[in-house]
T-cell receptor, first 114, second 112 residues
């Protein structure tokens, strides 16, 4: 099986712009969650989607949003980018039929906001 | 916010030494899951272990072992006879009904 695929791998944007990141989960995994990783704040949970519905949301402003499609692929959008949004954005998928709650992570999208 | 605390920011050991990474978690839920993930220099997080809140048995997997103590809300991770390939950032995490929360990570450097 292919792993979790995130595109693009690197992205450079300027303040005020908006960005959309994409995540394709492992085939059969219906849960997709997003995380922001920065040197200062560590790994922070953004939100989780299951069957096209947001299940949980972390403590991030409304500029951060996401969605999930019927094929379980997910996108994350950040509007009105700020310098502090520069981070590695990680996507993870999970097989909700399994009992181990194991997350499979992608390699991430490195976003730089200038 | 219900935190996950990894008090050790960085640890450096010499190969073959044993090392323990500490993790203390908070949660209001009675059902929750605890995890350890490894992030090698390549960047991709790799699952190591998951425990649920009802299973306090310690676990050993090769050179890795985990000590879960509900009474102290701790879930510590020990690497026995460390190797250079163990060098990575290790994250402890807790999943409950509200969210998935990670600790700040412990950077482990194993020197030859």
């Amino acid at each position: 099986k292919a792993g979790v695929t995130q595109t693009p791998r690197y992205l450079i944007k300027t303040r005020g712009q908006q960005v959309t990141l994409s995540c394709s989960p492992i085939s059969g995994h219906r849960s997709v969650s997003w995380y922001q990783q920065t040197p200062g704040q560590g790994l922070q949970f953004l939100f989780e989607y299951f069957s096209e519905t947001q299940r949980n949301k972390g403590n991030f402003p409304g500029r951060f949003s996401g969605r999930q499609f019927s094929n379980s692929r997910s996108e994350m959008n950040v509007s009105t980018l700020e310098l502090g949004d520069s981070a590695l954005y990680l996507c993870a998928s999970r097989d909700t039929t399994a009992t181990n709650e194991k997350l499979f992570f992608g390699s991430g999208t490195q976003l730089s906001v200038l | 916010a219900q935190k996950v605390t990894q008090a050790q920011t960085e640890i450096s050991v010499v190969e073959k030494e044993d090392v323990t990474l500490d993790c203390v978690y908070e949660t209001r839920d009675t059902t929750y899951y605890l995890f350890w993930y490894k992030q090698p220099p390549s960047g991709e997080l790799v699952f190591l272990i998951r425990r649920n809140s009802f299973d306090e048995q310690n676990e050993i997997s090769g050179r890795y072992s985990w000590n879960f103590q509900k009474s102290t809300s701790s879930f510590n991770f020990t690497i026995t006879a460390s190797q250079v390939v163990d060098s990575a950032v290790y994250f402890c995490a807790r999943r409950d009904n509200n969210d998935m929360r990670f600790g700040a990570g412990t950077r482990l450097t194993v020197k030859p």
